[in-house]
């Protein structure tokens, strides 16, 4: 069947495509950033490519103390993705502030910083730290923790404590505020509305979705942890379709798009979905030198479809569908 398509297609040369990319007043040259936890913070990617090339560096999530993360074994394979129960393994504020943070500003790197707390007083306090410290372009809220002042209830699956989070963090910086949503929610639109309710500069879009894997010999769950996040293709889907939804809710708020992005095509998905901008996470510990590579066969996808700059794509799946709707179809989001 002949596939018709809106887009004028010219011969215009991948260099010629405008890659720069505005997220809440900050800008960045181009929208391919790190993904938080997959390249902790950004030394090791170097030897790979100058990380000054990113669009951004997502650090892992920094918290108070330091932290050694979850027991082992804390990684187990799926089909397309991966489950892992790593934990937020990591120096604590003071060493990051004191190694991490200069290294990335002296590589030129623009670095979007990922807190997590497991109470709405740390969230302020690591933001209250990260005042005025050089070269931090974005500061990323990672709220799918656990919160210790409420038996354990993730803050991101609950408006109110999203919400009471960013709230807390806004009095405390300056710089732009992404909050980090988790895809396990009934309605991500809502937890999304109430966070930039509460200050919220920009979204960051999906952190990973709660999965297990059973060990049929011993009949018990492989991870220590017994529950872990699950990445990588496998969720792509899921992260386009929570995209799509948030952006169509509220098209002004920037969003930075992940979930299981491996090639330009994938990245296009989610400009196309809505996003501004994208993380490479999972796709990085196979293959390091992945994020440069997608920037160049996204680059490559803009300039076969015609397209002048990055920006003009953002959303644009949003458009009317040109086949014809019949009367008694079912309505989007119907189950099949
Ligand atoms: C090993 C690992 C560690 C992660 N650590 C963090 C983290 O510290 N903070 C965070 O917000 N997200 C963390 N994530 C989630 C990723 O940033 C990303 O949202 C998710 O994996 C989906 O993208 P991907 O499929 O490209 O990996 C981690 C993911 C993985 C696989």
Redesign the pocket.
Known sequence: MAVTSEHTYDDRRATDVDMGVTLAGVHFPNPVFT????AAAGRELNQFFDVADLGGV?T??VMREPRTGRPTPRMAETPS??L?S?G?QGPGIDAFLAKDLPWLDEHDARAVV?I?GSSVEEYALLARKLRGARGVALL?V?I?CPNVEDRGQVFACHAGSAAEVIRAVRRETRVPVFA?LSPDVTDIVEIASAVVEAGANGL?M???LLGMVIDTDTLRPVLAGLTG?L???A??PV?VRAVWQVHAAMPKVPILG????RTGLDALQFLAAGASAV?????VFGDPGAPMRILDELRQALAERGHASVRDVVGLAHRPAVATITEDADPPGSPT
């Open positions: 993904a938080s936890g997959c997502v892992k999530s993705g991966m892992n790593i937020l990922s997590a990323e990672n799918s980090k960051s999906i952190n990973t996040g990445s990588g293709p969720i792509r992260a992940m979930g299981g992005i993380s490479v996470g999972t796709t």
